[in-house]
């Protein structure tokens, strides 16, 4: 069973930090890479990036480059998210999802991605 598990989240002031991390079962890592998006509440789901698991190379949306920070660790078949600099738009459900391209032009693209995981909850205080 292919599976994809997000925790981390929770409540943190504005300026704040978080890590989130996107745990994978059923495949390896590698094979596929690993891509974010969040959805905020009455919004479209929007990508935050992705991270390619055999290069290490990353894309970022512009609305988060400089602040979140995408890693991975394929011994643990894990990848992780670290947001600094929080904002109250960076409120949302983030996702994790695995996809076979991670490019910057592919990125932002959902239709690309084979598996989701069921989303964690980051709220960011005024």
């Known amino acids: 069973e292919v599976q994809l598990v997000e925790s981390g989240g929770g409540l943190v002031q504005a300026g704040g930090s978080l890590r989130l991390s996107c745990a994978a079962s059923?495949?390896?890592?590698?094979?596929?890479?690993i891509g974010w998006f969040r959805q905020a509440p009455g919004k479209e789901r929007e990508p935050v990036g992705c991270i390619h698991m055999r290069d290490g190379s990353t894309h970022y949306a512009n609305s988060v480059k400089g602040r979140f920070t995408f890693s991975s660790d394929n011994a643990k078949n894990t990848v992780s998210l670290q947001m600094n600099s929080l904002k109250t738009e960076d409120t949302a459900v983030y996702y994790c999802?695995?996809?076979?391209?991670?490019?910057?032009?592919?990125?932002?693209?959902?239709?690309?991605?084979?598996?989701w995981g069921q989303g964690t909850q980051v709220t960011v205080s005024s």
């Open positions: 059923g495949f390896t890592l590698g094979d596929y890479h």
């Open positions: 999802a695995a996809t076979p391209r991670c490019r910057s032009t592919t990125y932002y693209i959902e239709l690309y991605y084979d598996y």
